[in-house]
Each structure stands twice: as structure tokens, then as C-alpha cells.
């Protein structure tokens, strides 16, 4: 080979080398990395969001239960929580449908005692929480029968004790994310949740007094 030829080839080679170079530090940005995508919503904010639904769905049960004849105040009362829980059920559902989740947990309230166990420093915060399969301050079929039957007077005290300990129950659920959570739309839902549902428990515990009655034990 001579020596012109050799130059020409090792001219190439290097070419070669350089692009060869240059196609690497180019490569991501024609063809960025593929990196998992971040879950739209975490355990928690799935857990939450599943329970509270199912809690919100039960007091639309009591509303529809509750005889029509009652006192105006009580009837208003229980048409303003039903409207205000449909369109919290709304945002939840749609929030579930975008993390690709159930509507329904497969293990209800598991999120509050596993999220505890996994940071220790929030375990205290939230120690007085209920854990496990029991969803706070839910009525039984027996009571929820109950109200379906009774009239007047009985009807107005039965449905403001039974929503009483309802929101008694949400109350805890929705402390208990607001504290477990950092931040995002989840717990600001839960927080909204907290201060409209303690503001509704004063209305009912005034109701209560009222018409005669006082909340369950």
C-alpha cells in the first residue's frame, strides 16, 4: 500500500471513529431513554380514594332512606350532603379511572396501618386511626332498615345520629391521608373533606339538640 493510499485510510478510519463517537453523545436526544412512567396516584392516595368513595356512597343511601315528611331543616340538610358527596364521588372515581384502579379496594382502609408501618415517624400521628377491614363510623344493614321505616320525628333523629357517626368516621379517614400525604390534589381533597365535613358535625350536633336527641355512643 502506499503511502498516499495509507493517509486516505487512516483518514476514514478516524472519520468512522468520530461519527461513530459523535452517534453516541447524539443518541439521547433523537432517541431519549425510555423511563418508567410515575404512577398518577401512589398507594395511599388509590387507598383513599376507594374508601372514601365507598363511605361517601353509603351516606347517599341514608339520604335516599329518610322520609320525605321530615322537618325542612333536616331535609335541606341531608339534599346539601348529597350533592356535595356526588360531586366528591365524581372527582375520586375520575381520579381512579386515570391510575388505572378499581373503584373498590380489594382491602378496605389497609392504606392507613401500611403506610404507618412503612414510616415510622407518621405512626404516632395517626395511632388513634382505625385500621384494618373496619371503615369508621359505617351504619349496618339493621340500621340502615331502620331508618328506610321510620317516620316524623324518629326518622329526623335516627338519620341526624346515623350521618352524625358517619361523619365522624370520614373525619378520621380524611385526617389521617392529610397527614400521611406530602402534598398533590389527593390531600387537598382530604383536607377540603375535613373542614366542610367538621363544619357539617357542628350543623348536626345543633339539629340534634334541638329536635330532642343526642349522638350515638
Not at 92 to 109: E, F, K, Q, V, Y
Not at 120 to 137: C, L, N, R, W
Given at each position: 500500500?502506499?503511502?498516499?493510499?495509507?493517509?486516505?485510510?487512516?483518514?476514514?478510519a478516524?472519520?468512522?471513529?468520530?461519527?461513530?463517537?459523535?452517534?453516541?453523545?447524539?443518541?439521547?436526544?433523537?432517541?431519549?431513554?425510555?423511563?418508567?412512567?410515575?404512577?398518577?396516584?401512589?398507594a395511599?392516595?388509590?387507598?383513599?380514594?376507594?374508601?372514601?368513595?365507598?363511605?361517601?356512597q353509603?351516606?347517599?343511601?341514608?339520604?335516599?332512606?329518610?322520609?320525605?315528611?321530615?322537618?325542612?331543616?333536616?331535609?335541606?340538610?341531608a339534599?346539601?350532603?348529597s350533592?356535595?358527596?356526588?360531586i366528591?364521588?365524581?372527582?375520586?372515581?375520575?381520579?381512579?379511572?386515570?391510575?388505572?384502579a378499581s373503584p373498590?379496594?380489594?382491602?378496605?382502609?389497609?392504606w392507613?396501618?401500611?403506610q404507618?408501618?412503612?414510616?415510622?415517624h407518621?405512626?404516632?400521628?395517626?395511632?388513634?386511626?382505625?385500621?384494618?377491614?373496619a371503615m369508621?363510623?359505617?351504619?349496618?344493614?339493621a340500621?340502615?332498615?331502620?331508618?328506610?321505616?321510620?317516620?316524623?320525628?324518629?326518622?329526623?333523629?335516627l338519620?341526624?345520629?346515623?350521618?352524625?357517626?358517619?361523619?365522624?368516621?370520614g373525619?378520621?379517614?380524611?385526617?389521617?391521608a392529610d397527614?400521611?400525604?406530602?402534598?398533590?390534589?389527593?390531600?387537598?381533597a382530604?383536607?377540603?373533606?375535613f373542614?366542610?365535613?367538621?363544619?357539617?358535625?357542628?350543623?348536626?350536633?345543633?339539629?340534634?339538640?334541638?329536635?330532642?336527641?343526642?349522638?350515638?355512643?
Amino acid at each position: 500500500m502506499t503511502v498516499s493510499r495509507w493517509i486516505r485510510a487512516a483518514a476514514f478510519a478516524a472519520l468512522a471513529f468520530a461519527l461513530v463517537v459523535i452517534g453516541a453523545a447524539l443518541r439521547p436526544l433523537v432517541l431519549p431513554e425510555a423511563h418508567p412512567a410515575a404512577p398518577v396516584l401512589n398507594a395511599v392516595e388509590i387507598g383513599f380514594a376507594q374508601d372514601m368513595t365507598a363511605h361517601h356512597q353509603q351516606a347517599l343511601i341514608m339520604v335516599q332512606r329518610l322520609d320525605r315528611g321530615v322537618e325542612p331543616a333536616v331535609l335541606r340538610l341531608a339534599q346539601q350532603l348529597s350533592d356535595a358527596q356526588r360531586i366528591e364521588i365524581g372527582t375520586m372515581l375520575g381520579w381512579l379511572r386515570l391510575a388505572d384502579a378499581s373503584p373498590l379496594s380489594p382491602h378496605p382502609m389497609a392504606w392507613m396501618h401500611a403506610q404507618a408501618a412503612a414510616s415510622h415517624h407518621h405512626s404516632t400521628a395517626i395511632a388513634d386511626q382505625p385500621t384494618g377491614d373496619a371503615m369508621p363510623g359505617m351504619a349496618s344493614t339493621a340500621e340502615l332498615d331502620v331508618l328506610a321505616a321510620a317516620r316524623g320525628h324518629d326518622a329526623e333523629i335516627l338519620f341526624l345520629q346515623l350521618m352524625f357517626r358517619h361523619h365522624q368516621g370520614g373525619l378520621a379517614m380524611a385526617r389521617a391521608a392529610d397527614q400521611l400525604l406530602i402534598s398533590g390534589p389527593v390531600k387537598e381533597a382530604a383536607r377540603s373533606m375535613f373542614q366542610s365535613q367538621s363544619q357539617e358535625v357542628g350543623v348536626m350536633s345543633v339539629l340534634l339538640t334541638q329536635l330532642g336527641g343526642r349522638p350515638l355512643q
